[in-house]
């Protein structure tokens, strides 16, 4: 059900174009992969989403075993039917969650106990039980159960982490049972080069058609997350596509490409859109700010989504500061879009051998500090 190939290697850059077939479909990478935490992109319906360009959503194991819960998610048909999506979806595992949310939470090598972000509960869960829920979702790519560290994390705590991931990948690997679901196993280490060569060697040979890199974007400075890219990228399987889990700006998107990256997701581009703010390629915008009121032009000029085709700067600034939803709607709708064409973008480079020239003219031109 589940194969890649790579379809074609840039001569001039070494990134490549490939496609990875699920029991949903084929998904062409690199590709932009757009967040629905709770089964929805946040303010879009899924129809929006798939016109906005993309191949594949991901949803959020740790929330959906909240709410609604991941039997009542099964007894719908699971996810695909849930959310009306019937394209490739990607769930997580819920360790990142786990985490980063509970402020209560005992890990031990047995497992994690953790308190609800939603209403305090206690909760216990095993690799055995993430997989478990993650069956139930049903989603086309699930991913392990793994133990994520911030940055600034001390070396023995990085390590003790990265050995558990590993512990729990092969517990991970004998509870999953569906066929008609791809385990993607996850690296993890930190900021330490030999953890995550460590990490990546260790973590290979579970991928039988994927491998994430976790950890990562957590709080570093970009240069060093592009910096632990390169020491991986040798090791990674040259087979199968490797995703960047929680990267999704459009730089990082370009840089991560060139370093070997095949799929990225992202919720930035929603959560800038309910904050005002928007992608174009020569950084972000802020709609909201007073400079659009009588601007007239479309969000960014050239774009094709439905917000840059329908509707101006200032009526978008207009809605988002008299509180209407469609402010936010239409400035995901543009957002998504802008980071999928992207994606389109770079593939055609690859496909015609100038990526080099892309990532050059792309870093010429864009700036991520601009507020406009």
């Known amino acids: 059900m589940f194969k890649y190939e790579v379809l074609h290697v840039c001569k001039q850059s070494g990134a490549r174009v490939g496609r990875l077939t699920t029991p949903h479909g084929e998904i062409i990478t690199p590709v ?12 879009l319906t899924p129809e929006q989403v798939e016109q906005a360009g993309a191949q594949i959503v991901l949803a959020n ?10 039997g009542i998610v099964e007894r719908a048909g699971g996810l695909h039917k849930f959310m009306n999506w019937n394209k490739p979806i990607l769930t997580d595992s819920g360790g990142f969650q786990v ?14 106990k953790f308190s609800s ?45 990265m050995q558990r991931t590993l512990q729990w ?44 890199i ?23 399987p040259q087979d199968q596509p490797i995703y960047l889990m929680g990267v999704g700006s459009p730089d ?30 020569r950084g972000n915008i802020t709609v909201r ?5 009588e601007d007239f032009a479309p969000v960014e000029e050239g774009c094709d989504c439905y917000c840059c085709r329908n509707y101006s700067r200032a009526y978008v600034r207009h809605m988002l500061n008299v509180g209407e939803i469609g402010g936010g709607q239409l400035l995901s709708v543009h957002n998504i879009r802008h980071l999928t064409r992207l994606t389109e973008e770079i593939r055609q480079a690859i496909w015609e051998d100038r990526f080099g020239d892309f990532v050059r003219d792309f870093r010429a031109g864009y700036d991520w500090s601009v507020k406009g």
């Open 252 to 281: 990082c998107i370009v840089e991560g490409v060139l370093r070997g990256v095949d799929m990225f997701d992202c919720v930035l581009a929603t959560r800038m859109a309910r904050n005002g703010a928007a992608f174009t390629r």
């Open 169 to 212: 990948l092969e517990r991970c690997k004998n509870a999953h049972k569906r066929e008609d679901q791809m385990l993607f196993p996850i690296v993890q280490g930190n900021l330490f080069e030999d953890l995550r060569l460590e990490s990546v060697k260790a973590t290979a040979p579970y991928a039988r058609c994927g491998m994430a």
């Open 32 to 43: 932009y992969m757009p967040v629905g935490t709770n089964a929805g992109v946040k303010g």
């Open 61 to 70: 194991t740790y929330h959906l075993y909240l709410r609604p819960g991941s």
């Open 117 to 161: 972000y939603y209403d305090g509960s206690a909760h216990y869960l095993t690799p055995e039980d993430a997989i478990k829920i993650e069956e139930q979702l049903g989603a086309d790519i699930v991913m392990a159960f793994d133990e994520c560290t911030a940055a600034g994390t001390n070396y023995r705590k990085s390590a003790a982490a």
């Open 99 to 112: 985490f980063s949310l509970s402020s209560m939470r005992k890990v031990t090598d047995e497992g994690v």
């Open 214 to 236: 976790g950890g990562l974007s957590v709080g570093e400075p970009k240069e060093v997350m592009y910096k632990m890219l390169d020491v991986m990228r040798p090791y990674y």
């Open 289 to 293: 700010n007073g400079k659009y009121k």
